[in-house]
């Protein structure tokens, strides 16, 4: 592009924020949605819920150049392509890339093995079957179409604000220990650098693992942000003893360690968080500022 872009978000949730600013520091426009409209980190977000169109959809999406979808699919499916896939595809010639934002929980339950992007997606929960089904539909729109469409599978998101350290303060922080139990994990800083890269360097039909270099247990975690804070960690419990919500410990009912030599590979994207030690003292440097 002779200028800069203009980047459209469907969900301005945390992950679309950090890009955003990256964008706007590039002179790119960017707009997008919230459930309820409102003013979302200084910009007033346009109304989209699910249950309808957004208006004036027509205006928002013939002028983007970049799509950027993060918006969870529900039980009817993918919300984003259920309303606004028609618009979509008739603004092909318009549209430049297209990152639709999805979990490395498609891969479901490998029992501590390694996972790349070639291998099969074998969800077991809900969860994780819906968001299958709507990486499917996004590429079949992206290769009909012939939008350079890209998958982001997401590792478990930390950064300032979302980290275990207001728990551990308040003693409401648990180190759950099930033997051999692994986690990935990125930072928001760096998922904003790889969906900058992917921009920069799109391929169209692309999907990528996105996580840090060294999966670890949940309980190491705890232990070194407590650490870091100067204080005892809480003791261990058993998955059985942890009070966790359903959902909470449907996630230990997956142990895989998920590979990013792709992202790294082809995207040339030097994380800045590559393990989780670098990655929480930065979230209390921040806290710190």
Known sequence: MDTAGRLFCFGYGASAQALAGRMRSQEWEVAGTSRNGRDVAGMETIRFDGTGPMEKAHE????????????????????????????????????????????????GNHDGAWVDETTPCAPISERGRRRCQAEEAWARLGEKHGIATHIFRLAGIYGPGRNPFARIREGRAQRIFKPGQLFSRIHIADIAAVLEASIHRPRAGAVYNVCDDEPAPPGEIIAFAAELLGMEPPPEVSLEEANLSEMGRSFYSENKRVSNRLLRKELKVALAYPTYREGLRGCLSAEDA
């Open 60 to 107: 928002h999406l013939a002028e983007a150049s970049h799509l950027l979808v993060s918006i969870p699919p529900g039980e009817e499916g993918d919300v984003v392509l259920h309303h606004h896939g028609g618009l979509i595809a008739a603004c092909a010639e318009s549209l430049e890339w297209i990152g639709y934002l999805s979990t490395t929980g498609v891969y």
